[in-house]
């Protein structure tokens, strides 16, 4: 089975732009969720998304917005960037319905805005 | 914020038993103790969790104090590879949510 893949690796965008970023999810998994994780700090989950709706959400401004497909691939938006949203944005993907020890993460965009 | 406490960094000899610890003092009954790694550049990986009884898979044990206020992750034969930040986490099994993750423990493996 494949696991999560995410695009791209890295990148770099000017504040106040908007930046794309895509997941691949699991094979079998239906549920995907986007951590923030800056240097040094554990991940901080943004959001999740599971049948294509925004079931969970933490505590992140309205500017990161997402999307899930019925494939089950997902995407983070992230518009007027700012400094601070520099870091490495995680997916995990997992089945809802089942334990939870399948959270499956991928490597990571790394984002740094300047 | 995160349920639990762990010490900021360890180090382990090559070969060695390595033996993390996690405190969760406000663990409900219903709330599992879940290990999760992060090798450099990489999305954490799941390892082992557990609710009160000790667990073992061909990674690593876990170790759950009988008032289930504490918890050790022992990695039995340590190698390079294992340098990573271990995080210990508290939820309930099979709920849709977040992980929350702490600071961790980072491990470094010497030779």
């Known amino acids: 089975e494949t696991g999560v893949t995410q695009s791209p690796t890295h990148l770099i965008k000017t504040r106040g732009q908007q930046v794309t970023l895509r997941c691949s999810s699991q094979?079998?998994?239906?549920?995907v969720s986007w951590y923030q994780q800056a240097l040094g700090q554990g991940p901080q989950f943004i959001f999740q998304y599971y049948r294509e709706e925004e079931n969970g959400r933490g505590n992140f401004p309205p500017r990161f917005s997402g999307l899930q497909f019925p494939n089950y691939s997902s995407e983070l938006n992230v518009n007027a960037l700012e400094l601070d949203d520099s870091a490495l944005y995680l997916c995990?993907?997992?089945?809802?319905?089942?334990?939870?020890?399948?959270?499956?993460f991928g490597s990571g965009t790394r984002l740094t805005v300047v | 914020d995160a349920k639990t406490t762990q010490p900021t960094s360890m180090d382990c000899a090559e070969g060695r038993a390595a033996n993390l610890p996690c405190n969760h003092s406000t663990i409900s009954g219903n709330e599992y103790v879940y290990w999760y790694r992060q090798i450099h550049s990489q999305g954490p990986q799941y390892i082992i969790h557990?609710?009160?009884n000790n667990e073992t898979n061909e990674m690593a044990s876990l170790i759950i104090t009988e008032d289930r206020k504490s918890s050790t992750l022992i990695l039995p034969h340590a190698t390079l590879r294992d340098t990573a930040v271990y995080y210990c986490i508290v939820r309930v099994e099979g709920s849709q949510g977040n992980l929350i993750f702490g600071k961790g423990t980072k491990l470094s493996v010497k030779p």
């Open positions: 094979s079998g998994h239906n549920t």
């Open positions: 557990g609710l009160k």
């Open positions: 995990a993907s997992s089945r809802t319905g089942r334990a939870n020890y399948g959270y499956t």
